[in-house]
Every structure is written in C-alpha cells, then in structure tokens.
C-alpha cells in the first residue's frame, strides 16, 4: 500500500489521527498502543466536525495536566519496555529521536539533556505512538507528503511568543518542501512536523495511485475561507504505461576540481537517482562551469541531497517534478567467445526496439580474451541481431 499526506493546512500530531481514523484505523488500534505505554491515564474519543465546509473527523487525547517532565532517555525506555508491535515501537522511537535532535539544535545542548516540555507530554506520546501503530496497521510502504503548510505569525510556546514556524518546526523542515500560510497563526507543530518527516520518503504531488481510502483529520481551529485540515490518501500504486513523475535537481558549479566529477557522479547514482549528468555552461564574467542534473524518485531525494552537499562545493539546488517515460526494460545475454556479455533491451508495446550490449561487459570480456574491444562489441551486436 502507499499513501499520500495533504498537508496544505498544515500538520499535528492530532491532526494525523484523525486522518488514520477516517481512513479506516479502528480507534481501538491507536488507542490499544496508546495504553500500552501510557505511563499515565490517557482517553481517546472522536468526533465528526466540520472546518470550512468540509467533515472532517477529529481525536481528542484527553489526560491530566502532568507535573513529569521527560527526556529522550525516558521515552525511549517506556517505549523499549511497553508491549507494541516492534515496527510500531521501532517507528515511534525514530520520531522521538528526530524530535530531540531539533530541540537539542534549537537550544544548543545535546539530546540526553533535552526535556521535550509539550513535546513530552502525555498527549504528544498518545499521538505519536498513536499515529505509528494506525500507519502500521495501514500496511503503508511508501508515503509521500505534498509540500509542507507552516502558517504565519507567532505562537506561544513555554519560553514566550516565537515566530512561526518556531524555531524545533524550522529545524525538522530542514531539507523539506514548506510554505508559509494559508493563515497567521503555527500550522505545523513540532510533534506532526516530526511524524510527517520521519515517515514520509518523499514530499510531491499525490503519486499514481488507485485510491481505496481517505482520511480526513480535523487541526483544532476552524479558519476562515481554508479548511484546516490534515487528508490521508490510501491506496495501491498504479501502472501508468511507462509514465511517471520524478524530481530533476539542478545545481550550478563553477569552483570544484573537474577531476572530483566522475566520483560525484558515480555516488548520487550509488544513492539511488536514476540519472546524473553534467553540462558544460558559461557563467557571468566568463567563468566556465557546469550544470549538475540528477533525476531521482522522490523516496531516494533525501539520500542524493545528502551526497550533493557532501561531495560538491554547492550550497543550494533548483528542484522540480519532470514528467518521464519509461520503456518495458529486460536484462538478456550472448556469449561471445566463451564471455557471457549482459544486454539490455527495451521495448514498446511488447516489440523490442532497442538492444545494447553493456561496455563494462565487453571491456571484460576483451580483457580475458586479449581481443580488441572493438571486436568484441562488433559479435555482441551481430548476435544479438540473430536472435529471433
């Protein structure tokens, strides 16, 4: 199964339970691994609720006030001891340990010493525990998220007034395709900013999906002219005749070695991307350098980034989705004089229109055979041309 996150208004923690409820998750689900580790009395209800217009479905977390302030540590240990499924108790610990991270950058201390304060609260437990154990009941592989809503303004948070997004939301978003709006108040809080990003591998519009469920989430405010919501798309990717949606990134580079760019090369497509390429280009005041290009699935975006900023001098990129097809691919081989030689052929509409012999095969079988390359490409093609 896949799904697809809108979070065009935004996204919390309570927000996304709703959205698992309204599309499908039992509550008793999310509320029997809420139990679970629960440290102390937490309730679960629903209610049906209307926000500009549009029904939407919204869990209340209701506990008491708690005089317990707790750490990473402490989180992690109830988590560890608590009776969950593991991929819920393994999902739950990767937010909480997304979470302290920002916190301890915001504040500029380290993670054992951070103390989650809301974040830590009963309810922010409730949903992300919550949320992991509906995703996993979901059977979601794959989730992508549109671009991320933050709002605008200030919020009030335990220190005072901050800006929006205050400063753990900013931390959480880095990387991360965000807008300010639609309304002057936070959208996005630290506990869905950190459950969105933990669980999304890649952020776009909804995919090719045949969809079997919705779910829509309810925030805590009905805004004006927009309606506050967090909406869960549940389905089964689809197949498009070869055609699909990926990422282009684009960077211009004028100041790094040219002797670096194979290496480069070599390891964005270690990482995933389906294409990587360079252009040469003439950039203000005559100085040559080049356009790197890196077409990639959304799920291996976060992965190539990682390898651009690390390996090239750039400090940013351009990025926009790009429209591909794809040929039906197949993996054949010949044999040519005693060598097996890898050919790769495409077709279209079940007709073989393209057949290349793969270099790095021939090279090696001109190598073991002492013939010249050339050669050995030449009897790749003609035995391929034999086939029937």
Sequence with gaps: MIGWLDCSSGASGDMLLG?????????????????????????????????????????????????THRGL?????????????????ARADDVFVRLAAAEAAVHGTTVDEVHF??????????????????????????????????????????HGRLPVPPPAVAELLRDVPSIGGPADRE????????????????????????????????????????????????????????????????????????????????????????DAWLTPILMKKGRPAHTLSVLTDAACRADVLAVVFAETTTIGLRERSVGKVALEREIRTVDVGGQSIRVKLARHEGVIVNAQPEYEDVVAAATASGRPVKAVLADAVAAIRAWP
């Excluded at 109830?78 to 593991?86: I, K, M, T």
């Excluded at 909406?231 to 498009?240: C, H, I, N, P």
Aim: charged share 20%; hydrophobic share 45%; aromatic share 2%.
């Design 19 to 67: 959205a698992l409820v309204g599309a499908g998750v039992p509550l008793d689900t999310i509320d029997a691994a809420v139990q679970a580790i629960a440290p102390e009395p937490i309730r679960l209800r629903t209610e049906t609720v209307s926000r500009a217009g549009l029904a939407a479905t919204r869990v209340w977390v209701e506990a008491e006030e708690s005089e």
């Design 187 to 274: 959208l996005c809080t630290p506990t869905g900013a950190a459950l969105v990003t933990t669980w999304a591998n890649g952020y776009g519009p909804q995919p090719p999906m045949r969809v079997h469920a919705i779910g829509v989430g309810a925030g805590g405010q009905d805004l004006q002219g927009h309606p506050n919501v967090l909406r869960l798309f549940v389905g089964e990717a689809v197949d498009t005749n070869g055609r699909h949606t990926q990422l282009l990134l684009e960077t211009n580079v004028d100041d790094l070695d040219p002797r670096l760019w194979p290496a480069v090369l070599d390891r964005i497509l270690a990482a995933g991307a389906a």
């Design 73 to 89: 540590g402490d989180i992690r240990a109830l988590l560890e001891s608590a009776p969950l499924d593991n991929r819920v108790r």
């Design 117 to 158: 304060h809301e974040v830590g609260a009963l309810d922010a437990i409730a949903d992300i525990v919550g949320a992991c154990a509906g995703l996993v009941h979901l059977g979601i592989d794959t989730l992508t998220s549109s671009t991320i809503a933050v709002g605008g303004g200030s919020a009030r948070a335990a």
